[in-house]
């Protein structure tokens, strides 16, 4: 199957009656998309738990103060006892992917070391778990209507309040999500 669109650096917004269980009523960050599938996180679901209780999981002492303030986001179904840090500045750490000039998704200890210490990424958000498709998979659902793209802003990542994310990226398209029907049609 030829790709067509690539949605990597998209925001995904999950269609109303057309998404349901966990990610009914997400924002989804598409970290990576290819023929092989795509993987994101979910942006606009913070969890009880925020990185200091993290960061005492994985047995990490912080001298950070602002990490009790930090939520810990539902990335998405899929291992959900794996950590994934989205983060700018695109620093270098032992498994970081760039994802763009100034944004990298990582997933190793090194970038929560450097968080407890006060030296972590400026802006980041924490996830555990993740969303993806399989090869194919991404664009059969886009096909079908059950989610909407547009080229993702980081101010909406990190700068809005993850209870205004969906909205913001549906504004995005210039759509009010409140007009929005429960389902989809095809002329």
């Known amino acids: 199957m030829t790709q067509s669109v690539d949605f990597s650096r998209h925001f995904l917004m999950a269609m109303h009656g057309l998404v349901g269980g966990d990610l009914a009523g997400t924002v989804i960050y598409v970290c990576e998309h290819s023929e092989r599938g795509a993987l994101g996180l979910v942006i606009n679901r913070p969890t009880d738990l925020t990185v200091a209780n993290l960061l005492e999981k994985v ?7 602002e990490v009790s303030r930090i939520p810990v986001y539902y990335g998405g179904p899929v291992q959900t006892d794996r950590g994934f840090v989205l983060h700018k500045p695109a620093m270098n750490y032992s498994s970081s992917i760039h994802l763009s000039q100034d944004m990298a998704l990582t997933t190793s200890r090194d970038v929560l070391q450097a968080i407890a210490k006060g030296d972590g990424p400026q802006d980041m958000l924490v996830a555990l778990g993740y969303a993806g498709w399989g090869a194919g998979q991404l664009e059969q659902e886009m096909a079908q209507n059950s989610w909407l793209s547009v080229l993702a802003e980081d101010e909406i990542i990190f700068d809005t309040e993850p209870e205004a994310r969906y909205p913001a990226a549906m504004r995005l398209l210039g759509i ?3 007009m929005l029907a429960g389902s989809a049609g095809h002329a």
Do not use: F
């Not at 047995?59 to 103060?65: A, G, I, V």
């Open 176 to 178: 009010d999500p409140a």
């Open 59 to 65: 047995e990490l002492e912080s001298t950070n103060p």
